[in-house]
């Protein structure tokens, strides 16, 4: 019952206690909405490098922007003086009727975002080709309006139910409610940061309906979610790894597990389908190919928002310099070029991924999942509003409504970092500190996890664990 409220509080208290996005009262989160919406609807005209030009142009039309003087390359990174701007060869990507579409949706856009100079200076719209197309068919015939938009944000809390009524089915009750309050009081995936926003939490949803399918021992339908998660976001592929090691343990000790082999068949049969589908047809092997050039670009760069080990190197090493307000930044030229060698995050990858091998090894299949939370980490530094991932902690943790007594205590702290970075948020809001500052906890957080987790091996090394239930 308490678990249950404390879901039910956590659901509210998602959207900011009904202020939802505080600045302006709005449950739409109209600068992400604006990559998420116009992005794919005008994806065969803007591939991934076009959006910001197309813009611009469109808007001098409209009559604005007349004091924007850059916007940023998307296919150089750099940023460019609009002076140089083709708007004829702009125009000439759309057809007549698709170009005034694009400026009747941009004139909804317009007077709801009040800081254009900074949003065409982002970086683009960065969804991999199956999930852009997929948007793309879902809104190419949406005209863009408030109703519209709230209609397609939705869906996301949609998904959400869908995936928390199977990971109840899966895990129970207490299971189920402390990782819905978990996910919903986060401090990396909150509200601010991609709430009201299309299709934002779908390959979060397709994770835990995998994992849900996987614990009920229905492998297609694990398969199916993990899958799509991959085509969504690629970087959930590292999840599949603890299960590739389960399976090629079961194939040695002949203690197979026919819904492991399901969902990993499954899973790959999909995301191989899709791509050889995206490689033959010229139209989206293009697409694809610019996908891949503008993600390698992406990967190059450093970003204050990023969450993870290599983020940490390139901060650490990076003077900051302060600005008379007191706020902090670093120069880009020299975060650049303190990223670490090529060799350095692979060999911290792997490094963890032996760590952690014993108890992949050790673990169910389905339990095994967690080890791979810490490689996203230490491998790759996302954003940090794709810490959604975390949740897995909370739930996988759990079988028959039971989890081990350690387990709760590695909840617990983890539920103190989400609980250090609001603290360290309300003390300053400044971006690069504050992610600094994080993705140290966090780092920490892990390392005491996975000790947490072999003393517990230790603890038990031949039976299964006992476990502590509702």
Known sequence: MVAAILAVAAALAYPNLGLFHVRDRSPIHWHESFHYFMGPKYLPELGYTRLYEATWVAGRELGAFAQIRQVRDLATYALRDVATLDAAAVRARFAPARWQAFKRDLRVFGPRINHWDALLVDHGYNDPPPR?????????????????????????????????????????????????????????????????????WDWTAALLIGAAGLARGAGVVAGLGFG????????????????????????????????????????????????LVLVAMPATRTLSEDFVAKIERHNRGVYSNHVGLGSLLVFHATPWVERPDGTVFVAHDAALAARPAPWVLPAAGALYFLLALPLMLRARPLES??????????????????????????????????ADPLRLVAMALLAVVGAGGYALELASADMLPLFYNVSIQLGLFFVVWLGLEYVRLAARPTAEPAAVGD
Do not use: K, N
């Open 369 to 402: 999942i967690m080890y791979a939370v810490p490689l996203v980490f230490v491998a790759l530094s996302p954003a940090g509003y794709y810490y959604s991932f975390l949740v897995l902690l909370v739930l996988l943790a759990w079988r028959d409504g039971a």
């Open 132 to 200: 852009a197309l997929a948007l793309h068919v879902l809104v190419r015939w949406v005209p863009a309006s408030a109703a519209a938009l709230g209609v397609l944000t939705s869906l996301d809390y949609a998904l959400m139910a869908i995936a928390f009524w199977a990971v109840r089915r899966a895990f129970g009750g207490l299971a189920a409610s402390l990782a819905f309050a978990f996910l919903a009081l986060s401090f990396f995936a909150r509200f601010d940061f991609i709430g009201g926003s299309p299709l934002r």
């Open 228 to 275: 799509y998660a991959v085509l969504a976001r690629v970087f959930p592929v590292l999840f599949l790894i603890p299960l590739v090691v389960s399976w090629a343990q079961g194939r040695l000790t002949g203690a197979r597990e026919a819904a492991l082999a399901r969902c990993l068949a499954t899973a790959a049969v999909l995301v191989t389908a899709v791509t």
